[in-house]
């Protein structure tokens, strides 16, 4: 059965600081693993997607990178700005039967002005 | 320009009543899922439907049942509403969903439903 954790499960820094958020993932058989982003009230908007091939993506300030074989994810993001506080979730997709994704519990992150 | 809009954004109920959410979306996506966020915030998926047909249907009670009039709309309804089910409700879309792994989901904004 596929667990997704997050750690840490909250996290505030200063502004302008680099951060990386990790994602574990117990069954390495997946399609691909998704971070998301969801702000308080809001849905869940797409950051990033890797692909079970790939090792990592890039967008902007954000970079996540993908480690199959021992189950693991990190999202890093550079120079944090006060607009980058929400919660981060990450989730995979499973490589058999139904293909759904299974979402982690999420980081909130506050990025103090 | 909304791309998947649910209604209402709001349902506060008395146990035991039925309500309905409902999602639209106008991206031409043939996939849509109903997703369902706890109190402590863990996301979950219930159902998930290509082209009307019904593909994913999680361990979910049978007081729930999806309908999905045309491949751009997937309704929830609730029948005899419990205090368990209090939740955020999310809709979403992919274009292609099932195998296809390069299929990225958009979110609604979610329903809020309290059931007191």
């Known amino acids: 059965k596929q667990e997704v954790t997050q750690i840490p499960a909250a996290l505030s820094v200063p502004e302008g600081e680099n951060l990386v958020l990790n994602c574990s993932f117990t069954d390495s058989a997946i399609y691909n693993l998704q971070w998301f982003r969801q702000d308080p009230g809001k849905g869940l908007t797409s950051l990033l997607l890797i692909q079970s091939s790939q090792r990592e993506q890039t967008s902007g300030r954000l970079n996540a990178s993908l480690d199959k074989s021992s189950g693991r994810s990190t999202l890093y993001i550079a120079a944090s700005q006060p607009g980058d506080s929400a919660t981060y979730l990450c989730a995979v997709r499973r490589a058999s039967g139904t293909y759904k994704y299974i979402f982690g519990t999420g980081t909130r992150l506050k990025v103090l002005a | 320009d909304t791309a998947v809009s649910q209604t209402p954004k709001y349902l506060v109920t008395q146990m035991g009543n039925d309500k309905s959410i409902k999602c639209e979306q106008n991206?031409?996506?043939?996939?849509m899922y109903w997703y369902k966020q706890d109190s402590k915030k863990f996301l979950k998926i219930m159902f998930s439907y290509n082209n009307k047909e019904l593909i994913i249907n999680e361990t979910v009670p049978n007081r729930f049942s999806p309908k999905s009039p045309d491949k751009a709309h997937l309704n929830l309804h609730i029948n005899s509403l419990e205090l368990g089910d209090s939740a955020v409700y999310f809709c979403?879309?992919?274009?292609?969903?099932?195998?296809?792994?390069?299929?990225?989901?958009?979110f609604g904004p979610g329903t809020r439903l309290t059931v007191l």
């Open positions: 979403a879309s992919s274009p292609r969903g099932g195998r296809w792994y390069t299929d990225t989901q958009y």
């Open positions: 991206l031409g996506h043939d996939t």
